[in-house]
């Protein structure tokens, strides 16, 4: 209702945006099998009915040798820096009446009045190597490293304009870093059948999280009202996330073709995530099977059936008024 000045809009309504975008790209073929690729890409997107608008640039490099026999590496380094427009956010009287009432006592309206700063705000640093080892006829093993460094400089997300009020914490000015460790083995031990097994693990050290954005520590109240600071973001203590800090998944897959006109795939994958910051976790199941055949010229015949289970465990906080 405020950002759209108190008009009716259509749910759902997607802006008008403006998108401008220039890249330069760049490839040199080295001695002994190597390869240099760099590019730069700086793009401006804006909403043309708010006039709001955020600017990105992207730095891109990576380089490939297979100057040993059988085996591939690769490394690569990424920059990009997103920058966002801020919000200013003014509040009007009750219901938009100049004769309604100040919602706080003492407080006018305006004195809520506050700046929205942006969550797209961001500096991410990735880089990483990976490497592919034919180690025997049919065989191939793959894996990599990569780490990424997200750094969000947005340590309230609500800045009040009167000095007086609490800003609100939302996110700690603190970075994000995803440590990603991978590895799979493709194989074929017969002419007719291939296979492939992964493991994938991913770290986040401080992921992005409503720092102390759930709950009270301590109910110590206020005036007579103990329940009324969980109300605010300022008074809470626990943290809630959707983003877990720790996640495994294995995935195994196979395929047996007999002919050029009959085969059949079966596809398993187990995740696990959990969150000790929020205290939860979730282990998820998917498992398929697919059959093709071609009986005859131009006519192909899929039958296939997926089965999927999850499992969630979560703490749960919500807000209750008793004041």
Not at 93 to 118: C, L, M, T
Not at 179 to 197: C, M, Q, S, W, Y
Not at 286 to 292: K, L, S, T, V
């Amino acid at each position: 209702r405020l950002l759209y000045e108190n008009e009716v809009r259509p749910y759902g309504e997607v802006p008008d945006v403006d998108k401008d975008t220039d890249t330069v790209k760049l490839r040199v073929d080295l001695p002994y099998a190597t390869t240099f690729y760099g590019s730069f890409v700086t793009s401006r997107v804006e909403n043309t009915y708010t006039d709001n608008s955020y600017d990105m640039d992207v730095y891109f490099a990576r380089l490939t040798t297979s100057f040993i026999n059988g085996v591939t590496l690769s490394g690569h380094f990424r920059y990009y820096d997103l920058n966002n427009d801020d919000v200013d956010v003014r509040l009007e009287k009750i219901a938009n009446n100049p004769s309604g009432g100040d919602p706080y006592p003492g407080h006018p309206v305006s004195d809520f009045d506050y700046e929205r700063r942006s969550n797209m705000d961001r500096q991410v640093t990735e880089a990483g190597l990976d490497f592919s080892w034919r180690f025997a006829k049919g065989y191939n093993l793959r894996g990599g490293y990569t780490f990424k460094e997200i750094d969000r400089d947005n340590l309230h997300w609500k800045k009040y304009f009167d000095p007086s009020m609490k800003d609100e914490r939302f996110l700690e000015d603190e970075t994000t870093e995803i440590h990603d460790f991978k590895i799979a083995l493709n194989a074929r031990p017969f002419e007719t059948l291939t296979g492939r097994v992964s493991y994938e693990y991913e770290y986040r050290d401080d992921p992005f999280e409503n720092h102390n954005g759930i709950c009270l520590k301590d109910l110590d109240g206020i005036s007579g009202a103990p329940y009324y600071e969980i109300f605010r973001n300022a008074y809470r203590g626990e943290d809630a996330s959707n983003v877990p800090t720790d996640t495994h998944k294995v995935k195994l897959n196979a395929t047996w073709a007999p002919s050029g006109k009959y085969s059949m795939n079966v596809n398993f994958q187990y995740t696990y995530q959990e969150n000790d910051d929020s205290d939860w976790e979730n282990n998820t199941y998917i498992a398929g099977i697919n059959f093709w055949l071609s009986p005859v010229n131009n006519l192909y015949v899929t039958l296939g059936y997926n089965y999927e289970r999850n499992e969630y465990e979560t703490r749960l906080c919500y807000d209750f008024f008793a004041g």
